[in-house]
């Protein structure tokens, strides 16, 4: 085989355009792969002379799929520069959003966006439903698993495919030597697909009664926006959402979410899994993991009390985990090196987000185009560093890190994984890994939700309902000039938002976000962001048809939006909002 480039552009199955190219050896191998955003954003510029109060609104609309999780870190970096505490109340159900945000995320990516990887829809055709019956029998004791569903699933694909309309099912790698799935475990996994559509109507609930709607719910500096209107003893229905109806509707919610990663999710996962084990031996990438994280039990200025740990894995070094200080200057930067992007300090300087800029610089070629020139800038997305150093955050991060720290629940999930599939810790560094760690989390998270739900039943009935804090409410009480970071592990990873507040507006605003970490070109360094360091090594079975550079790329939950947004070829702005 002659040596070629791969380009995969755009690719699909995500949020947003993400551009790979990648050049190949005569022998089939991936050399070198690049990562490029295609598109600008902008939001931190539209951010500057507004009222910090009102930041949320516009940050959240960042992106569409992750959509609370901006919102959160809006408001929190906002607390933090005004050192503006929130009631407990508030933080609960901040805690109980952002859980259903995660589990909701992750099972739309597990079966809508990444499945498809791994599952031949058209194949399920050939499957039959009373071995595909005692096949989700066999792993799982979810209701829906009879011959009869299973038929009726066949029969909805079949008419499906026959219309002609396929949807996302059209132009698939259907009968690529990559998949391996017998018919009747395919047909079970489309049968899945088409449950998951419906389950994740159901879980969207409990952000409609805390935040008003789904998706983008409402947030408020200093609490949460829906007061509680039950007390102590009351049984009937009150003057908001946060009634008794919509309590139990939420708990019903958690019952939900609960049943569907226990009885399809995980098992699911582990299956397909079975038929891919050498898919943990390849795509680790750059063996660095960083996380902030998440839930906190007392309050989000207490690290130490977060559910999901805090901290950076170095080198796949599990007996270490260091600190990470998101204020600190010499820790997180941003370089552009490769970027459309320019620094009034210099093309190869590294930025504190503090001090970042956002100014737009693009000498790419016109579109379209056949190809970009990779030892020049690339890419609208910057290239996170900490301590210089590339990291990966995501699910994976997450469950490394409070695996690394000793944390009991992430130690019996992991183990029972590993057992199930016979096969060492190492293997997680993997695409697959990836993949089995975000279901692993999903059931992690899932069932932290009861106690949550149950402590804010325990502070009603004790008469606790405040869950707004008016102190700092006005700017009059604002220091002169501040500044503060919120974060969040949202589901794709570490995501922090940092703010400069001078009298009373926002002099500077800029987000980091999980696909900006993981989807970031190459640095001054020549150093490798995630997406690209994880396709090296890798081999296409088929060159047209690149199913194994989905798949790992997949792996990561690539949402784009989140790193870039859009301008028209000529660079101007295609929508004005006036805000009155």
Not at 130 to 143: D, E, F, G, R, V
Not at 267 to 277: C, R, S, V, W
Not at 412 to 435: C, I, N
Request: proline share 6%.
């Amino acid at each position: 085989m002659a040596k070629r480039t791969v380009t995969v552009d755009p690719v699909t199955r995500i949020e947003g355009h993400l551009r790979i190219q990648a050049d190949m050896d005569g022998s089939g191998a991936i050399t070198k792969a690049s990562s490029s955003g295609t598109m600008v954003r902008g939001v931190e510029i539209i951010l500057q002379g507004r009222d910090p109060r009102d930041a949320w609104a516009f940050a959240q609309r960042i992106c569409g799929v992750c959509t609370l999780v901006h919102g959160i870190a809006s408001v929190r970096a906002v607390e933090d520069a005004l050192h503006y505490p929130i009631p407990r109340n508030a933080e609960i159900i901040r805690n109980l959003m952002i859980a259903a945000q995660f589990v909701h995320d992750h099972v739309m990516h597990f079966y809508q966006l990444h499945a498809l990887d791994w599952v031949d829809a058209v194949s399920a055709l050939k499957g039959d439903p009373a071995k595909a019956s005692a096949l989700a029998q066999s792993i799982s004791n979810y209701p829906r698993s009879s011959p009869g569903y299973f038929s009726a699933v066949k029969d909805k694909l079949a008419r499906f495919v026959d219309s002609g309309q396929l949807g996302i099912f059209a132009n698939g790698y259907w009968g690529n030597p990559g998949y391996r799935l017998p018919p009747e475990a395919n047909l079970m996994a489309v049968a899945h697909y088409l449950d998951a559509l419906a389950w994740q109507r159901e879980v969207a609930k409990l952000h409609a009664i805390f935040g008003g709607k789904n998706p983008h719910p409402n947030f408020v500096v200093g609490g949460a926006p829906t007061a509680i209107s039950v007390g102590p003893g009351e049984k009937g229905d009150g003057a908001t959402a946060v009634d008794m109806t919509g309590l139990e509707i939420v708990h019903g919610v958690i019952g939900e979410i609960r049943r569907f990663v226990d009885q399809v999710y995980v098992p699911d996962t582990l299956a397909i899994a079975g038929f891919y084990k050498d898919w943990f031996r390849t795509g680790e990438g750059v063996g660095n993991f960083l996380s902030y994280g998440e839930f906190p039990e007392k309050s989000i200025n207490d690290p130490g009390s977060f559910m999901i740990p805090r901290g950076a894995i170095v080198n796949r070094d599990l007996s270490h985990v260091e600190e990470v200080d998101l204020r600190d200057p010499r820790q997180v930067q941003e370089f552009v090196a490769h970027s459309w992007y320019s620094y009034s300090t210099g093309k190869d300087s590294g930025l504190h987000p503090f001090v970042g800029q956002t100014t737009l610089d693009y000498t790419g070629p016109k579109p379209p185009y056949a190809s970009l020139a990779m030892d020049a800038s690339y890419s609208w997305i910057k290239a996170p560093r900490w301590k210089g150093k590339v990291m990966e955050v995501g699910p994976l991060a997450r469950v490394l890190t409070a695996y690394a720290q000793g944390n009991k629940e992430v130690h019996e999930l992991v183990g029972m994984a590993l057992h199930k599939l016979d096969l060492p810790p190492r293997a997680l560094f993997s695409t697959m890994g990836r993949t089995a760690a975000r279901t692993l989390e999903s059931k992690w998270i899932a069932d932290a939700m009861e106690g949550w739900y149950q402590e804010l039943m325990g502070n009603i009935r004790k008469g606790e309902l405040k869950t707004f804090n008016e102190t700092l409410w006005e700017p009059d009480s604002w220091p002169a000039r501040t500044q503060g970071v919120g974060f969040t592990e949202a589901p794709r990873g570490a995501l922090a938002h940092w703010v400069v507040i001078n009298d009373g507006l926002i002099e500077n605003y800029q987000a980091v976000v999980p696909s900006t970490w993981n989807a970031g070109p190459r640095d001054a360094a020549g150093q490798e962001g995630p997406y690209e360091a994880s396709l090296r090594g890798l081999r296409l079975a088929v060159a047209d048809q690149p199913l194994e550079i989905l798949r790992t790329i997949h792996s990561f939950d690539p949402c784009i939006a989140c790193a870039v947004h859009m301008v028209d070829p000529e660079g101007e702005e295609m929508l004005q909002v006036k805000v009155v």
